[in-house]
């Protein structure tokens, strides 16, 4: 439950009170008048008095709704003039600090007047930093501008293939940049990309990589401090430590190093031995899980046959499973049971599952899909 709790002053809530009250207030003050009327003409002096005093205290209570309701409308008036001010459609083909923007285009300016956001359609195009753009278009705000050496782009879509720092970028798709410093955090390629990539090795000690990445894919970069590869899908097949990564499959990098690819050839990593084609997962250069293809060969982990198509996860103290999700037209064997789906364990020891078929256990007929405990399949 969220603690994050919002106070008004009492004439805050009182303000508001008497503008919700305004249709009621509006009625009693037209009554009041009517009723003020009729007793002047009746010469009722007493009456009179009374009729005047709740006039005051009730069209007190009216004006003080009706500039509740005025105080909104003022304020709408005020945003809507902000909003034409500083976001407006373009008659005609208009310079903003070196942009040229075409005619027709809807444009936003922060308070300085600097431009901050175009939005074209699809048959005009922005030059911004050397390549053109089109459709929604994002520049870095104007407190992370101060020196740049990038450009000032932070996102949109290409109207052309370029060759953005370095990088051949395909048109037709969004281009990411980060927001201090400017450096290209991701876009799709044109042609196969030898690019660099930082991770540890096994005495922490950090050192770079070069890595070819395939055409017409996604890349991602990191960019603290130097920019290097965080994620794209291999071009040829590639080794980083003693993990053999496949050709044609993601690799993604971390600030620990290896975050995931998949296994080119049968290899063993920690202490399993996984089949070739197995995704892999790792946290500070630590195998946390994999997931075998549905074409592979069974291996054994923790004395359990695994069926091909299962994923795991291993415990962070300790070589042995936290979970297993094992598909539906297959099972794994634990104590004698069939079991599928997800599995829980405790650093090896089973907690909780799925039946994989019918199955009477401790003499009550149980059908599949019913879930069971370690407590079910001890007793």
Known sequence: MSDISISFPLWMIAWFLLGEAVPFSSIAVLALILALALARKSGHAVRLRWLKFSLAVVGGAWLGGISFWAAGLVDEIESAIYRAQHHYRLGTVTAFAGIEVPSGSWVSVDEEGLLYAIET????????????????????????????????????????????????????????FSEVGGDLQHCILTRRTVVTAEFADLWGLKSTQKFACAADLDIRFRTFGERVLERCVLADAARVGLVGCAAGKEIAFSDDGLAGCTLASAQSVGPFALVAGTSVGFTRGRLDRFEMPRDATSIVISSLDLPPGTAARICERAWELEWLSVPEDRYVTVTGVKLTGRLNFDCGKFEYGM???????????????????HQDLSR
């Open 121 to 176: 359609d699809q048959q005009s195009a922005v030059s911004i930093d050397g390549a053109l753009w089109r459709g929604d278009i994002r520049l870095i705000s104007s407190s992370n501008r101060a020196g740049l050496h990038r450009g000032v782009i932070k996102s949109g879509t290409l109207a052309a293939d370029a060759v953005i720092q370095g990088i051949p970028c395909r048109a037709g798709s969004l281009v990411e």
């Open 355 to 373: 039946l994989f078929e019918d199955i009477v256990l401790q003499g009550q007929p149980l059908a599949r899909g019913a879930g069971v405990s």
